[in-house]
């Protein structure tokens, strides 16, 4: 078998070791159920994944505008944007990282959705500390376009331009 990473769009049998990548990405992302998880895909503008030997290793899931989702980050930026899409999460196995898997699958869901004119948002936890990811985006060409704090965490968002033509 090859140690290729193979990027392509999510499958229904990615589910489960998708969601513990997820799961093992607890706090810098939040925890979710199976159901939750299969929710967020099928309302999803795209969800890809990185596959190292046929298993997954890394992914990132996209949302559109107007969706009834009721997380307060995917709110805030419903309220300042009228069209977007929202990077819900991006994990990476801890065993797979330091091989610019995340980049790959950024540069996958530029290309997914280049020409659609939608900015690409998200948000970095400030508190907890974040400060690889978000020194990751910045590279990426994301810039900060606000703050939120909810208390026991705290927000930075980001917001990378649309993509149209070759590659961002």
Sequence with gaps: MSDEIVIRPFAAQDAET???IN???VPATNLI???ELNELVASALACVVALKNDTPVGFILCLGEDLPYTSAN???ISERRARFAYIDRICVAEDARGHRIGERLYHALF???NGTD????CEVNERPSNPGSVKFHKRLGFQEIGRQDHGEKAVLFLEHPPTTGAQA
């Design 18 to 20: 998708v969601l513990a």
């Design 23 to 25: 799961t093992a990405a």
């Design 33 to 35: 159920s199976l159901d």
């Design 74 to 76: 995917y709110l805030w």
């Design 111 to 113: 290309d997914a959705l």
């Design 118 to 121: 939608r900015s690409f948002l």
